[in-house]
């Protein structure tokens, strides 16, 4: 699981996908997936972590990798480009979002 440590200088992404609970199970598998056979796997990535509310009406996705340029390529590649025209038909909006760490407690 990620850590949240003061002295990252890495990129964090925050994500943030709304959906039904009708389709939060099959959004949930496809990001499990995209995670398991492809993001990870792609120079930069560190580490990640997929968060279900208890309404099952979001999820949020924390996400580290070593450089804004990683993430931004991951996110060009055809794979992903693929991957996100599925996952945006099962949620109604997502919003990726790239944070630094300013403090931790």
């Not at 055809?78 to 109604?92: G, K, T, Y």
């Amino acid at each position: 699981m990620p850590t949240i440590a003061p002295d990252f200088h890495g990129q964090t992404v925050l994500t943030t996908f709304e959906m039904t609970p009708g389709t939060c199970a099959d959004l949930l598998d496809e990001l499990k997936d995209a995670y398991a056979t492809f993001i990870r796997h792609q120079p930069g990535f560190i580490d990640a972590g997929l968060h279900v509310n208890d309404a099952q009406t979001r999820i949020a996705n924390y996400s580290k990798w070593r450089r804004r340029e990683d993430f931004q390529a991951m996110l060009r590649s055809p794979e992903m480009r693929e991957r996100n025209r599925r996952i945006a038909a099962l949620c109604s909006r997502f919003e990726p979002v790239m944070y630094e760490v300013a403090a931790v407690f």
